[in-house]
């Protein structure tokens, strides 16, 4: 299998704490960094965080920081979202992808994207 998939979503309460999860075959992992975005309803897929191959180098967007953790084992091929300290505004389907060009801000810098798993924060 190629594609990336994601697992660990669910219904949490405000201020609650979610991990996620994204298996990926050794082929479309070893050696690319990868990504996590997000899709609300009617709203374009965002940005969420990023982790290079040895995962040295992070980033995440403004609205996360301080409450998600992005990590990899490649051992294990899989990528890691801890997220934390949830908000309401969290709620959307989070995509894993793997980066193959740019600074990996958008969706067009990846490819081999999962099918996305669902995560409901309630207030």
């Known amino acids: 299998q190629v594609q990336p998939v994601e697992s660990g979503g669910g219904l949490v309460q405000a201020g609650g704490s979610l991990r996620l999860s994204c298996a990926a075959s050794?082929?479309?992992?070893?050696?690319?960094?990868m990504g996590w975005f997000r899709q609300a309803p009617g709203k374009e897929r965002e940005f969420v965080a990023r982790?290079?191959?040895?995962?040295?180098?992070?980033y995440y967007t403004d609205s996360v920081k301080g409450r998600f953790t992005i990590s990899r084992d490649n051992a294990k091929n899989t990528v890691y979202l801890q997220m934390n300290s949830l908000r309401p505004e969290d709620t959307a389907v989070y995509y894993c992808?793997?980066?193959?060009?740019?600074?990996?801000?958008?969706?067009?810098?990846?490819?081999?994207w999962g099918q996305g798993t669902q995560v409901t924060v309630s207030s």
């Open positions: 982790i290079t191959w040895m995962g040295i180098t992070t």
């Open positions: 992808a793997r980066k193959i060009t740019g600074a990996g801000l958008n969706p067009s810098d990846y490819d081999y």
């Open positions: 050794g082929r479309t992992f070893s050696g690319y960094g």
